[in-house]
């Protein structure tokens, strides 16, 4: 008798335990489809608009910004001696006066 319900128990936890795997399974891939479609319909309504999807501006900003560290600093260009331009150098007062009636 003992047995039967030894069996019965193990039956039991192991039928509740592949539920609680199956529902949290269908949890993590409803919300992977609401991401999905979260993204999908923010690029339709950016060309809608006639506007770039901002995920590609994001990623086209962090692609321009690491571009001098991939290139190193070995392939960069040498600084030109020959372009120096020689300037007549002025004084601006209207930048350094104050109006009066500050």
């Not at 060309?47 to 571009?67: C, D, Y």
């Amino acid at each position: 008798m003992n047995f039967l319900l030894d069996f019965v128990a193990q039956t039991l936890r192991s039928v509740l335990r592949l539920l609680m795997v199956a529902m949290l399974g269908a949890l993590v891939l409803g919300i992977l489809a609401f991401g999905l479609c979260a993204a999908l319909l923010s690029v339709l309504w950016s060309l809608l608009r006639g506007k770039k999807p901002a995920m590609f501006t994001v990623f086209q900003t962090f692609r321009q910004a690491s571009q001098p560290f991939r290139q190193g600093f070995q392939k960069a260009a040498p600084a030109s001696q020959g372009d120096v331009v020689d300037v007549q150098a002025h004084e601006v007062r209207q930048a350094l006066e104050r109006p009066e009636g500050h």
